[in-house]
């Protein structure tokens, strides 16, 4: 897709469907003015023009399989929950009782046959039919006729993900997410089980979280060491309404790296994740991309695993998604990696990090996770029981493993620098192709959007 560059095109791996470059979207070359990281007047009509428009990544469906099952999901100054209900549909309703305004449910997650409000203990179904008022006769019929269920909002699951919005006339959610949709089903998200999840909050605007974790410009000045592991030419497709994709080489050094040969600890890291012992593998580093692709395909079969539908590249490099407005998905067959990055509520010089790792567990010896995700020592990977999500505040390292503390310690330093007078702007190359693709899609919406078009017009 990189016509202007080609050099910065990687050949990601012998041709696939999966691997064909999306046709190309042109965003053009403009800079757009620094104010975005830092207004709260634009932090507002964010709320008002985007973010209560677009469809939002409410959590994986793992969390919501059985009946009763529900999640809390926060974002900005609102509050949800997301609930499968009895006949096994999934429902969503702002927490908040309609009595006198508490929130209903304080926990993370949960299962539950009802929602009772702390205040007065009012009572809801999981659907968010009212079901029993305390000392009903003390009300005026009058008073009652008013609705007092909880107020909805429109709930979709697509590849075992569930998303909701507060916009009516939202496409469908599949329309909206167009070929990623299919693409993350290959990976059965909705099988796998969240092993580990944390918060931290960062001292930056969420979008310079989502700006340093859609590009890998960055990792050679940042994070030095992946460049032994990682190759930084990578293949970039965007896609209609501001998603996009990314493959980044795994086990193959950085052409700025200089020693191409040797089968550093790195690349000894990624062939034990596929099953292949460092100590005796005789290749170079050239060669141990091939390898775990080939030894994964191997392992697939003898643990009768469907690796036929995945390319080379999905085997043994990181297919990264983007998902607007405020999601990062890093998809491999054994494990996805799942970031979201939350605005906080009332400062734009602050989000809060999310990250979810996904696994399913397979009774293999040396099958896990990629070791990349910096699972903690220890964690429970059977996914029988579902971790708290450990929070950590401003200010405290979120111990997220070496690269991402990297990227927590620098974005309070490029934020401080946004709001300088002197800068005019980001510049962004054809290696930030998705930075330019996601704020443009952005300003769609605060220009007044593609959400003011009513469901039938879109169809139209
Ligand atoms: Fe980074």
Request: proline share 8%; glycine share 8%.
């Amino acid at each position: 897709m990189n016509a202007r560059f080609p050099d910065w095109n990687i050949h990601v791996g012998a041709p696939h469907p999966f691997n064909a470059e999306a046709p190309l979207i042109d965003n053009g070359t403009a800079r757009p003015t620094p104010v975005r990281y830092f207004d709260r007047s634009f932090m507002e009509a964010e709320w008002e023009q985007m973010w209560t428009k677009t469809w939002l990544l409410a959590g994986p469906a793992s969390d919501l399989r059985d009946a009763g099952d529900f999640i809390r999901f926060d974002i900005a100054t609102e509050s949800f929950i997301v609930a499968r209900t009895e006949n096994g549909r999934l429902k969503a309703h702002y927490n908040v009782c309609p009595h006198r305004g508490s929130q209903l449910v304080l926990g993370d997650f949960g299962s539950a046959d009802e929602f009772v409000c702390p205040f007065h203990n009012w009572r809801f179904a999981l659907d968010g039919a009212s079901t029993g008022v305390t000392d009903r006769q003390t009300f005026d019929p009058k008073v009652l006729c008013h609705d007092h269920n909880l107020t909805p909002v429109r709930c979709e699951e697509v590849a075992g993900l569930v998303f909701i919005t507060m916009n009516d006339a939202a496409p469908p959610v599949r329309e909206w997410l167009g070929p990623v949709a299919d693409q993350l089903a290959l990976y059965d998200i909705g099988s796998m089980n969240v092993i580990q999840h944390k918060q931290s909050d960062w001292a930056a605007n969420w979008k310079g979280g989502v700006d340093a974790f859609y590009e890998i410009y960055h990792l050679h000045a940042v994070h030095p060491q992946t460049q032994g592991v990682m190759d930084d030419r990578t293949q970039i497709d965007l896609y209609p309404n501001g998603m996009s994709r990314q493959f980044v080489p795994f086990a193959q050094p950085s052409p700025r790296f200089p020693d191409q040969e040797s089968v550093n600890p790195g690349i000894q890291m990624m062939l034990a994740d596929a099953g292949i012992n460092p100590a005796t593998f005789a290749g170079t580093a050239q060669d141990s991309r091939a390898a775990i692709q080939q030894a994964k395909r191997v392992r697939a079969k003898a643990h009768g695993l469907d690796y036929d539908r995945f390319s080379d590249t999905q085997l043994s490099d990181s297919t990264i998604y983007g998902v607007f407005p405020n999601v990062q998905i890093g998809c491999h067959p054994e494990a996805v990696f799942l970031h979201r990055f939350l605005p906080h509520p009332d400062d734009p010089n602050q989000f809060t990090y999310d990250t979810c790792i996904l696994f399913k567990h397979l009774d293999a010896p040396g099958y896990g996770p990629p070791a990349w995700m910096g699972l903690a020592p220890g964690t429970d990977t059977t996914g029988l029981t579902r971790p708290e999500i450990v929070r950590v505040p401003l200010g405290q390292p979120p111990e997220l493993g070496e690269v991402l503390d990297q990227d927590s310690e620098l974005l309070p330093v490029v934020q401080k620098g946004s709001r300088s007078r002197g800068f005019r702007g980001p510049l962004w190359s054809e290696q930030e192709a998705r930075l330019r693709h996601f704020h443009t899609e952005l300003d769609r919406y605060l220009e007044g959007g593609p959400h003011v078009q009513s469901r039938q017009d879109a169809k139209a």
